[in-house]
DNA sequence: GTTAGCACTCCAATAAAACGAGTGCTAACA
DNA sequence: TGTTAGCACTCGTTTTATTGGAGTGCTAAC
């Protein structure tokens, strides 16, 4: 006969996985027996871990130790809990003050401003942390500036919406005068001005050149570049903190081996984002993935909690915190919660006031 | 009667030295007695070794182990090799040829370029690198572009030589129009052209703003504006790879402490900055800081070579690379040598050809 | 269905023993 | 006087044994 997760055991699976995200050990009957809602001995308590061992929430490290959750159990343990916490977000939602931004002044700079989201996020978490610069490609362009730099360069300035400035210096076979180049600004604003990035593609470059006829040549060169510089990929970020903390869980760094590899994808932008990137936001945007569901051998003993913010006008960006899978997941989703929406209210379209020095990136000053 | 270092105990030294780069272990008298160019009894190496200690260029860990050079041994075969590289190196001058470029293709971007030395460097030498972006002090400037972004907002975009691009958006509170940015436009290009960055202080900016006479204020904003972006110190970027190699040597990695720290350093950039830049540069640029000539707990056990790399025009940085004490300090000064070698040369004063697309840095494109 | 009791398991911590690389010293030798 | 063989001794490392204790599963009684 099928066993089934009935009310009593469910409270005992909570209190089994609440003990080891403190301690870190293999928690007893006895230990659950002392529990203040139960009040059962640890004999009781025996028989039900037995059948949650049956359902595959529990295991065993070795036979006669204390129980710890499995992946299944951390599963259903974070989905319950993810479900409590929205409907509190959805009630409280109505009576919601707009609170003090302690945490985020606005600051000129996005590039300094998601490096102190980071930090804050890995001081306040003891977890690892990393944050991905914002991704554009909604953004509306607000012009195109072409200045002559000496004869054979000129240099090509874009600002979307947000003051999201891009540079590229673009190198000439012909010679060019400044006539050509006044030519060209005019018709690049005319023609892509309010366009978004995305909008920008092949297409709309390559009827452009054609309209270009005459300098067709010279002006497919400029063309090519601005396209490149609009839309290079490459351009996203990740910023990272605290990669140092997962010295502080035993089952991460004992082996160091184990260590190395984590820290070591710390140090690499593309597995980061992959781990960033992989699951599509859905719902309120939090997600949590434990354990082997990372399919990463390296990770396998980790858990990770993405979270997008979004800063309106097609500026989004991704948040991940990485843990040992006993991570305290109640604590790191509500700060997760707290930054992204002061990150939305602060930048975003609620906010409406404001969205100048944004975007400044890595750029604001470009060398 | 004072000891000292002659011929034999030298030799004895530098197998000693030699072995334990290799082995990490304290070595005995017996491996040196089995040296090649040594034909002595392992009785006549302790001796030896005995008076080596006495001078303080080896130690012991513990009574009756093998021994391991300190500090000050360190310091005297660094210092001799370096100097036999000088010599070989002014030998080869004359004959030298232009090698061809393998490891740097001539990429777009200095950000790029950066990051593929840095772990170029991490790959080929097994230990932990880093290399800052180039600083700008003594770079000319070119010119500067304001440009309106709409009512309120200016963007001033300013190039200097090698085509370091900086932008900067300027909130204005006061309304402007297009003639006014023009004049200041002119104003601008007209005073600060050729200027290095340097030289370009508040003096010059505050003698500015006299002359600017009736939009003072207005221009005022501008200047200090402008003045910022140029001049922000903070520009500074550390760029670091194979911080995980650390792992690789268990006299920094089995203190699980110990690597936390040294890692953790790795995460910061003020650090590193203090690391790169307390010493001068002097010589032919490349430094050896063993141990605790560090002054950094974290490090003492570490020893870190600094070169400096300079692409002319007042563009140059440093490049660091931390190993353990018992590193291969040839290999790494030789790599150096080679990579800074190829910077100069590629970018270069001597190299003269070009210098376009340098410096686009964090910022090519400026988000 | 719950609980007390008890034998059993297995990890972790501690202690004891065996090992071995390497030294310092002494005495003999060229 | 410098070099070498020999030997007792030191001290960290590794191996093996011993013990302790937390925790289980099962049985029998309530």
Redesign the interface.
Known sequence: MEKELDDRKWTILKAIIKTYLETGEPVGSRTISKFPDLNLSSATIRNEMSDLEELGLILQPHTSSGRIPSDAGYRLYVDRMLAEKDAEVEKMKSAMVQKEAVLIERQDK?ELLLKSVVRYLAVNTNYATMIT??Q?HRTKL??I?L?V?DEG?I?A?V?AEG???????I?MEHGLNHDMVLEMNILLNSRLNGLTIEEINLGTIARLKEEAGIHSNLISEVLDAVAD?IS?EE?VEVY?????NI?KYPEL??D?EK??GL??AF?EKHPLLTLLGEKETSGNGIQVTIGRELNNEDMKDCSVVTASYDMGGGIYGKIGIVGPKRMDYDKVVGILKEVTDQLDRIYGKSGSSNT??I?????????
């Open positions: 996005m610069s914002p554009y607000k012009f500036q200045s730099i360069q240099l300035t600002v003051n999201v400035v891009k540079n590229r210096v190198h510089a290079r351009d990272t903190s605290g990669a140092t010295f760094s004992s160091t260590a190395s820290i070591g140090e100048d020095q975007g400044q990136g890595p750029g604001d000053n470009a060398y």
